[in-house]
């Protein structure tokens, strides 16, 4: 078990994340959480990241999660499920971020289920949850998110067979991605086409000054999931519906 909420390291972060908070309209407070969750990540070493200098934690975990609030579906969303959410990236800066909306940050593996439950305790973040199972495990989240995301996970055909069954009709999938690649979206525009999914074009995002090749990806649920999704744990991994 990780150490209580109390007991984790406790240093302040060294960068200034004022250009995250003009930039995404954040409030002093939701600054300031960001920037204890930030360190957190940067000197915790039960932090389970392998980007732990400041000026990457800054760019690549807290300004890469941000970033999709500039999709409207994140800006409205109510039910939020962050599947392999890791060590809390993108789920608790959008938690953060969105103090109206209700996250549940689907994980796992306890370690880290034990690390994020020790930041929510430290943040008193009311509005995040942490769910210590796999996606396809968690039937209470069927068919009522708004939006799942998804970063650094599995194909993109993958993720979409996670995420089509908790969504609501009208509901979004987002999921983080790098560079374009042709094979991957043919493979998610065949999985959705089974799941009731509509694949969105990519939206080429810039988190922060110099960053290459990120994209948004956006699967809109347009009709019901058929029954028989969820397959069993590890099926979508070894038997993926995008398969040519």
């Not at 909420?5 to 954040?26: C, H, K, M, N, Y």
């Not at 407070?29 to 990457?56: C, I, K, N, R």
């Not at 999709?68 to 409205?76: D, F, I, N, T, V």
């Not at 439950?117 to 209470?140: F, H, K, M, T, Y």
């Amino acid at each position: 078990m990780s150490p209580a909420a109390e007991d984790r390291p406790t240093q302040s972060f060294p960068l200034s994340l004022a250009g995250l908070q003009d930039r995404f309209a954040l409030s002093i407070a939701a600054t300031e959480q960001l920037a204890v969750f930030a360190a957190s990540l940067a000197f915790d070493p039960l932090a389970p990241t392998t980007v732990t200098d400041p000026a990457g934690v800054r760019d690549d975990h807290i300004a890469d999660a941000l970033v999709a609030l500039e999709l409207p579906e994140l800006r409205q969303a109510r039910l939020i499920a962050d599947i392999g959410a890791g060590a809390g990236v993108p789920g608790i800066p959008l938690a953060i971020a969105l103090p109206g909306a209700e996250v549940f940050l689907l994980e796992g593996n306890g370690k880290k289920c034990d690390f994020m439950r020790g930041i929510i305790a430290a943040l008193g973040l009311d509005n995040a949850e942490v769910v210590c199972r796999r996606a396809e495990l968690w039937r209470e989240g069927l068919g009522r998110c708004d939006v799942v995301t998804a970063r650094a996970l599995a194909p993109l055909d993958v993720v979409a067979e996670y995420a089509a069954p908790m969504l609501r009709v009208g509901g979004a999938l987002v999921a983080w991605r790098g560079r374009r690649e042709p094979e991957v979206e043919a493979a998610a525009f065949r999985a959705a086409a089974v799941l009731g999914l509509e694949v969105l074009p990519p939206l080429r995002v810039d988190p922060y000054d110099g960053a290459d090749n990120r994209h948004l990806h956006v699967l809109r649920k347009v009709s019901e999931t058929p029954d028989r999704f969820p397959r069993r744990d590890g099926v979508a991994r070894k038997r993926p519906l995008g398969a040519a």
